[in-house]
């Protein structure tokens, strides 16, 4: 059964660094979605992205944050300026169109 | 903007023991509901979901949900909880391509 897969598992970065995270959305899927987990806490949603736009972001998705899909295969949320605040589990997902969105097992972000 | 509530923050029970839940969510147009569980340092897995018929879904390892409309609530059930329970189990509700979750209830399953 298909996938959504994430790299790295674990980055750790130190504060005011860019980071990249990568995901591999299902192929056949047109909806992207990035939300974060800060430990112990809920899953926060941060963005959507269709038909190459973003759809959709909450207040947590500011200026910092940029989201791209760069070929038919990866979608990226970028952070380009880490805070220690910004530590946490990212969880990509991915979705047909009106079906369960599906996770990928999410890269713990530790900023120091 | 939808809202999801999970009243219980963390739940505590031993092996065998019936577990309940709570649900709410705040939209009052037509809703997708979820349950996922999140076992320790793993990533979030979908347990159930209803869209629509049967008010009563059946999930995986032994879980159900009901889908009460006028209480706008979605309760997660168990009728007999394992040690292998033990994890975060988040409530979601998706409209319109938006999906939120709910702060999500710890439960502790003592062997």
């Known amino acids: 059964e298909p996938e959504v897969t994430q790299t790295p598992s674990h980055q750790v970065t130190q504060m005011g660094q860019e980071v990249i995270l990568r995901c591999v959305p299902i192929s056949n899927h047109l909806y992207f979605y990035w939300y974060r987990q800060i430990l112990g806490q809920k899953v926060e949603f941060l963005v959507s992205f269709y038909n190459n736009e973003i759809s959709e972001k909450s207040e947590i998705f500011d200026d910092q944050f940029s989201v791209e899909r760069p070929d038919g295969s990866n979608f990226t949320l970028k952070i380009r300026s880490t805070k220690l605040e910004d530590s946490a589990m990212y969880f990509c997902a991915s979705s047909s169109p009106g079906q369960v969105r599906n996770f990928g097992p999410g890269t713990r972000l530790t900023v120091t | 903007a939808q809202s999801v509530s999970q009243h219980n923050h963390h739940v505590i029970l031993s092996e065998a023991a019936s577990l309940e839940l709570g649900c709410n969510y705040s939209y009052g147009g037509t809703v997708n509901l979820f349950w996922y569980v999140q076992y320790p340092g793993q990533h979030l897995q979908l347990l159930l979901k209803?869209?629509?018929?049967?008010?009563l879904v059946k999930g995986i390892k032994g879980f159900e949900a009901e889908f009460i409309k006028s209480k706008f609530s979605f309760n997660l059930r168990k009728p007999s909880v394992q040690w292998s329970d033990t994890a975060e189990y988040f409530c979601a509700v998706y409209n319109n391509n938006d999906m939120r979750f709910g702060a999500g209830t710890r439960l502790t399953v003592k062997p």
């Open positions: 209803y869209f629509s018929g049967d008010p």
